[in-house]
């Protein structure tokens, strides 16, 4: 299994990017998936997940309401659209493969991460 994100770049708070994961390896629509973060000098945090057949959504507190996690099990694809982007949003997001149909907030719950594409948003 392969995820390769894209999507990242800066821009000014207030804005909005759209990050878009494509995933390799069989069965996509058999797992939950995800996307975590982690900025400078601080740990990875969880930010939201999806179930496998996209009803089910899950967002830390600090997006809820601003970030929206979406799938399209046809393209193997997951997207995380950010609006209302701050500063503390800076960070390097991570899409993330669930070792099962849950996702959780918990890292240990995937077992597959992307490279990371970094989103710096600007004061």
């Known amino acids: 299994v392969q995820l390769q994100a894209s999507g990242g770049g800066l821009v000014q708070a207030g804005g909005s990017l759209r990050l878009s994961c494509a995933a390799s390896g069989p069965i996509f629509n058999e797992y939950a998936m995800g996307w975590f973060r982690q900025a400078p000098g601080k740990e990875r945090e969880f930010v939201a997940t999806i179930s496998p057949s996209g009803t089910q959504t899950l967002y830390s507190d600090s997006v809820k309401g601003r970030f929206f996690i979406s799938r399209d099990n046809a393209k193997n694809t997951v997207a995380l659209q950010m609006d209302s982007l701050k500063p503390e949003d800076t960070a390097v997001y991570y899409c993330?493969?669930?070792?099962?149909?849950?996702?959780?907030?918990?890292?240990?719950?995937?077992?597959?991460w992307g490279q990371g594409t970094l989103v710096t948003v600007s004061s």
């Open positions: 993330v493969r669930s070792q099962s149909s849950y996702g959780g907030r918990g890292s240990d719950h995937y077992d597959y």
